[in-house]
């Protein structure tokens, strides 16, 4: 059993910065690629960001590059989303992610990352 726990959501203005967090526990292998989707109302679930844990390389959506960073701190098991110039179209539920890949650069927004482990998510609003 894997459990994902995000926090650090909230309600910002537009160019504001937000950190969201995410930690990981169980008995289970979380694996070795983690990171965030998000979901805004009336829209398609979207990966925005995932870090191969092994190694630390990472992949951004388009929409993201340029304004998110995210980084781990492994011996925590955690995650972090750093959120700049938010924008309104980043208003959404992010969702912390985990899986496994048989190789680094599948673990990649670009080559359809499939997450195993999802968590509950953690709301993001950014206000203009």
């Known amino acids: 059993q894997v459990h994902l726990g995000e926090s650090g959501g909230g309600s910002v203005q537009v160019g504001d910065s937000l950190r969201i967090s995410c930690a990981a526990s169980?008995?289970?292998?979380?694996?070795?690629?983690m990171g965030w989707f998000r979901q805004a109302p009336g829209k398609e679930r979207e990966g925005v960001a995932v870090?191969?844990?092994?190694?630390?390389?990472?992949d951004y959506s388009d929409s993201v590059n340029g304004r998110f960073s995210i980084s781990q701190e492994t011996d925590k098991n955690t995650v972090y989303l750093q959120m700049n110039n938010l924008k309104p179209d980043d208003t959404a539920t992010y969702y912390c992610?985990?899986?496994?890949?048989?190789?680094?650069?599948?673990?990649?927004?670009?080559?359809?990352?499939?997450?195993?482990?999802w968590g509950q998510g953690t709301q993001v609003t950014v206000s203009s």
């Open positions: 870090i191969y844990t092994n190694g630390g390389a990472t």
């Open positions: 169980g008995d289970s292998y979380v694996g070795n690629c």
């Open positions: 992610v985990a899986g496994t890949v048989s190789l680094w650069p599948h673990c990649s927004l670009k080559r359809n990352f499939r997450p195993t482990y």
